[in-house]
């Protein structure tokens, strides 16, 4: 609307005493003396002549069908670009990238509001504001929707082959990928375009790279076969934080396990939700004072189904007695908590599974099946050898994959790792000597708990698009023994030749690494590093304030914060801000299941983008807001009343070359905000209803 243009261009009112100003009554009232240029309203009316605002005389109501002409011409007269005519300091937010594959949701249109709330301000102020946007490259996303499209046409992805295929995933990027950018500009991010960034550009590319070699170069990154969380339909692993658990409703199997050298009655009985996990088992626990079952430790159990294979009996304080049977059986190779205790006491660790879900050959009569074919026909043949004892509902706590939703299986696989331990202790240093701030503080205690507790990170993904990770392996030698990093093609083979004579070949590690890995470099690596002498990373880095959703908190915060600390010597900002996530109005979380999805751009050709954005800014900082059509209504009302009020303003200015716009442009109207913040400040000179802030009181009051 047009009071949201006018007070949005780049200058702002200063406020002294005049006749016309008081015409403006109850809007204005005189203050003390300022000299300005006539700026705004100069930009306004030439808006105005340009045909690019609707006559406020003319128009009853505020018509948003007009916010993208608006928007556009904000765009063109390049209102968006930092400014330093002003001022020195700048303050500066790099936009969470949204998935290329991304349509806008609430979510975005939440971070959109609120972080064009502080740019808006700062840029009013008269500071040079920079608003970094981009895109995620989004790995598994963005493979899965390629993959789905081929699959449309009959195409496997391995039958074109890696470098056909990625291919196919630039030009799908190219003719689908500024969805998300275009609809982000429909909410008015007022974000310099100019600057917009890809993943998987060359700049962010060459510092990812960069990355990588310089953590191995300080013995921070290694390869090794540990548990991770494997996709079988997508053929990678996920990341710990990429897993969501989910309640459903299952079985409990309760399953006879021989005592070798025993009579018929000498048996124990187990119970588990993934019978066909038993081909991988090693040992069977029990707790050392458990009277029940003490005559059988350190004797043999036979593992059914497996012609008559035997695994120790053995004591272990971790067995809880009152749990189920208080029989553990000990599965290493696909159980978390089981490859823990199998490491710990030196136990071997059997695979019985394919990366694509099947049992393998361990599995014997079994080889082939899918896992869950395997348990429905093992639990048959169980009952036929009266080896099954019983089998009853059980609610699972199910690990489903956030991208693909599969069930995902814990799984032993070769990847590479990150050591996280010391980059965490500096990200928590940085909290506890104030260079980090928290809003809300509450998330402190959660930030400093994950960060006390952090686990490496898996940074290896088995996908074809994505950044390669810049490891280079000798034809012919082992490749857990010799590998090469390097920063190119050319550096790797001349290192080889080097060592192993000018007939070595090398060729590439075939995996990308995890997209959060790009992403944490993401508040400098837009802004020109690894080369910290681009005009861009001297004046803007580091960033000003970080804002996104709490539930990115440790995806992306706390690794940017110590990826940050360890390549540029400093915290990438000093504050985050952590917006809540946005519920139905019952307070569900919105999903398609439910059907209670509200589309921000249907939301938008309804009420408009400023009664949106108004209704998202009024929650609070941290905590959920529950959305519904009654507030949306409202808040249209509402907007309307201040494109109302802004057109009796403008009924009152006298015409653009009246001298009397020297006095009436001394009224700072942005103090309005200020007045409401600091009210003992008397420089004030319009006031807004409290109401009308919401969570403005704690973002302006950072700065």
Known sequence: MILHTTFSAPSVFSSCSSYRALRLHPFLSPKRRRSVTPRLFTVA????????????????????????????????????????????????????????????????????????????????????????????????????????????????????????????????????????????????ASCDW?????????????????????????????????????????????????????????????????????????????????????????????????????????????????????????????????????????????????????????????NVMNKDGTLNKVGGLYCGLDRFEARKKLWADLEETGLAVKKEPHTLRVPRSQRGGEVIEPLVSKQWFVTMEPLAEKALQAVEKGDLKLIPERFDKIYNHWLSNIKDWCISRQLWW??????????????????????????????????????????QDPDVLDTWFSSALWPFSTLGWPDESTEDFRRFYPTSMLETGHDILFFWVARMVMMGIEFTGTVPFSHIYLHGLIRDPEGRKMSKTLGNVIDPLDTIKEYGTDALRFTLALGTAGQDLNLSTERLTSNKAFTNKLWNAGKFVLQNLPSQNDASWESILMYKLLNCITYILHPDEKDEILWVPEYAVGMLNSLLLTY
Request: charged share 25%; with cysteine.
């Open 466 to 507: 994505g950044h390669r990770i810049p490891v280079w392996y000798i034809v012919g030698k082992d490749c857990e023994e010799e590998y090469i990093v390097a920063r190119s093609f050319e550096e790797a083979l001349g290192k080889a030749q080097e060592k192993y004579g000018r007939d070595a070949k090398i060729y």
């Open 45 to 188: 009316a030439a808006a105005a002549e340009n045909g690019v605002f609707t006559s406020p005389q003319t128009s009853k109501s505020f018509d948003f069908a007009n916010e993208e002409r608006i928007y556009s011409w904000w765009e063109s007269q390049g209102y968006f670009r930092p400014n330093f005519d002003r001022g020195t300091d700048p303050f500066v937010i790099s936009m969470p990238p949204p998935n290329v594959t991304g349509s806008l949701h609430m979510g975005h249109a939440m971070f959109v509001t609120l972080e064009d709330i502080m740019v808006r301000y700062h840029r009013m102020k008269g500071r040079p504001t920079l608003w970094v946007p981009g895109t995620d490259h989004a790995g598994i996303a963005t493979q899965l929707v390629v993959e789905r499209m081929l699959a449309s046409e009959g195409i496997k992805r391995v039958d074109l082959g890696r470098e056909e295929f990625v291919k196919r995933v630039w030009e799908w990027k190219e003719k689908y990928g500024g969805t998300i950018t275009n609809q982000i500009k429909r909410l008015g």
């Open 194 to 350: 100019n600057r917009e960034h890809f993943t998987l550009d060359e700049q962010l590319s060459r510092a990812v790279v960069e990355a990588f070699v310089r953590l191995h170069e300080k013995g921070l990154i290694y390869q090794g076969s540990y548990m991770v969380n494997w996709s079988p339909s997508l053929q990678t692993a996920v990341s710990d934080l990429e897993v969501e658990y989910h309640e459903e409703s299952g079985s409990l199997y309760y399953i006879k396990y021989r005592v070798a050298g025993g009579s018929k009655t000498d048996f124990l009985t187990i119970a588990t939700t993934r019978p066909e996990t038993l081909f991988g088992d090693v040992a069977i626990a029990v707790h050392p004072e458990d009277d029940r079952y003490s005559k059988y430790i350190n004797r043999m159990a036979i593992v059914p189904m497996t012609y008559g294979r035997h695994v120790p009996i053995i004591a272990d304080k971790l067995v809880e007695k009152e749990f189920g049977t208080g029989v553990l059986k000990i599965s290493p190779g696909h159980d978390h908590n089981d490859y823990n205790l199998a490491r710990k006491l030196g136990l071997p660790i059997l």
